[in-house]
C-alpha cells in the first residue's frame, strides 16, 4: 500500500518530463532509447500502484482512448522474433478500437513486444506494444500525447473530496456479508486550474511544463 502518493506522483511528473524532452532530441542514442524506456515502464507501473492504492479516482483508468490494432499473421511470436513487427504483423492495414487505460497500462507493463515511433521530423510519436497474452493476436500503437496526458492528468493533481461505500456480497447460501471499503467517486483538483491538455501539447513542441512545487 502506498502511503504518502506525493513523491510518487514526482517521480511520474519526472516519467512525463523525460517522455517530452525526448522527443526534443537531435541525437538518439541507445542509451537514451533505454532511458525513455524505463520511464514509460516506470511510470505505467506508478499510474496502476496509486490506482490500486485509491490515490486517484476510480474513473480515471476506466476512461478509454483510441488505439491503431494491428492483426497478427498467425505467426508464433517468441524471443526470437518478437523485434520482426513487418514479419509478424499486417502493418499495412489496421483497425481503430477503444481501450480503456487499465487494459493499457497493463500491456506496458507486461510488454512483450515494444518499440517506439517516430513522425517525418524524427521525433517521438508513440509506440507499438503488446503483452504476453495479446502478441498472438495482435500488436497496439498508442501516441505519445495520450500517454503524456495521462502521466501528467495524475501527477499534478490530488483528490480533494471522496464518497467511500462497503461493497455488500451475497453468499450462494442466500446470506451477506460485509465487503472492504472502496472509493465509489473522487473529486480531482488541479493547482490554479491548470489545463493538461494544452499543457501536453506545449510540451511537445518543446517548451516542457514545469510543475508547481508546494
Not at 506525493?6 to 532511458?35: G, H, M, N, P
Not at 478500437?97 to 500491456?107: P, S, V
Not at 513522425?119 to 500488436?139: A, E, I, T, W
Amino acid at each position: 500500500m502506498i502511503y504518502e502518493s506525493f513523491y510518487w506522483k514526482k517521480e511520474l511528473y519526472d516519467c512525463f518530463r523525460s517522455l517530452a524532452k525526448f522527443r526534443q532530441l537531435r541525437r538518439i542514442t541507445e542509451l537514451s532509447c533505454v532511458k525513455i524506456e524505463k520511464a514509460l515502464m516506470i511510470g505505467a507501473y506508478i499510474v496502476r500502484k496509486l490506482n490500486e492504492a485509491e490515490k486517484i479516482p476510480p474513473d480515471f483508468l476506466k476512461q478509454k482512448v483510441t488505439v491503431s490494432k494491428y492483426k497478427n499473421k498467425k505467426n508464433l511470436i517468441d524471443h526470437m522474433n518478437w523485434h520482426r513487427f513487418e514479419s509478424n504483423y499486417n502493418l499495412e492495414k489496421y483497425t481503430k478500437e477503444e481501450k480503456d487505460w487499465r487494459y493499457l497500462i497493463n500491456q506496458i507493463i507486461h510488454s512483450f513486444s515494444f518499440s517506439f515511433s517516430y513522425d517525418d521530423n524524427g521525433k517521438l510519436d508513440g509506440f507499438f506494444v503488446n503483452s504476453d497474452r495479446s502478441k498472438d493476436k495482435s500488436l497496439y500503437f498508442v501516441s505519445i500525447e495520450n500517454i503524456l496526458c495521462l502521466f501528467l492528468k495524475i501527477s499534478e493533481g490530488d483528490i480533494t473530496s471522496s464518497h467511500s461505500q462497503r461493497k455488500i456480497i451475497n453468499e450462494k447460501n442466500g446470506t451477506q456479508k460485509i465487503g472492504p471499503m472502496k472509493i465509489k467517486h473522487a473529486f480531482y483538483s488541479y493547482p490554479n486550474n491548470i489545463d493538461i491538455n494544452s499543457l501536453v501539447i506545449i510540451s511537445m513542441n518543446g517548451d516542457i511544463y514545469k510543475r508547481v512545487v508546494n
